[in-house]
């Protein structure tokens, strides 16, 4: 049973540009969440899909927007990059009730 | 919405020695409540978790117990050794059950 895929593993984007970040949850899984993991912060909740509806969201700053597909993989944009957002970017897929809940490896955006 | 504290942010033991980390976390309607470890450049991987009709749950070397009152709960590793170092996260539901709201992580450092 294949994992949680996010592509891509790294990235490098410049002050002022925008990024898109990809999740393919596990098969089965309908239910997608996104996290910004930095040093001392721990894994902070950006939002939440499901049936390519936003239910749940995060404190963050508009900038950060998402979506979900008919097919359960999720996008997460950000725009207006600021050097802050330099981070590893985690996707999770659950099934109903949050069981199976896992991580995929996420994407490391560095914004120079 | 809920709020996950999560104390300490670093241990250190030495190996055989017991660790315990212990959340408290904000929103009583809270029903669910993993334990994920974190090993240096890898995801976040689930351990052990606890949903509320139960008080504690152990799995071999590892313990979990819940006081819904007092609303914390505390990850126990006994016999510890030098591969259980990582970083440990606890998290409990949001209110609408749908994701997870993550403590700040405890690095644990087992030392031979």
Redesign the interface.
């Known amino acids: 049973k294949a994992g949680v895929t996010q592509t891509p593993r790294y990235l490098i984007k410049t002050r002022g540009q925008q990024v898109t970040l990809s999740c393919s949850p596990i098969s089965g899984h309908r239910s997608v969440s996104w996290y910004q993991q930095t040093p001392g912060q721990g894994l902070q909740f950006l939002f939440e899909y499901f049936s390519e509806t936003q239910r749940n969201k995060g404190n963050f700053p508009g900038r950060f927007s998402g979506r979900q597909f008919s097919n359960s993989r999720s996008e997460m944009n950000v725009s207006t990059l600021e050097l802050g957002d330099s981070a590893l970017y985690l996707c999770a897929s659950s099934g109903t009730g949050l069981r199976g809940y896992t991580f995929g490896s996420g994407t490391r955006l560095t914004v120079v | 919405g809920e709020n996950v504290e999560?104390h300490p942010s670093t241990l250190s033991v030495q190996e055989g020695d017991s660790a315990v980390i212990k959340c408290t976390y904000s929103d009583s309607a809270s029903n669910?409540f993993?334990w994920?470890k974190q090993e240096l450049g890898?995801?976040?991987?689930?351990i052990i978790d606890i949903r509320s009709n139960v008080g504690e749950k152990k799995d071999q070397r590892i313990a979990v117990t819940l006081n819904k009152t007092a609303k914390h709960f505390s990850l126990h590793i006994t016999e510890t050794q030098p591969e259980d170092s990582a970083v440990y996260?606890c998290?409990a539901?949001?209110q609408?059950?749908?994701?997870?709201?993550?403590?700040?992580?405890t690095t644990l450092s087992v030392s031979s």
């Not at chain 2, 890898?42 to 689930?46: F, G, I, S, V, W």
């Not at chain 2, 609408?96 to 992580?105: D, E, N, P, Q, S």
């Open positions: 999560q669910y993993p994920y890898k995801r976040p991987q689930l996260f998290a539901a949001n609408a059950g749908t994701a997870l709201i993550f403590g700040k992580g």
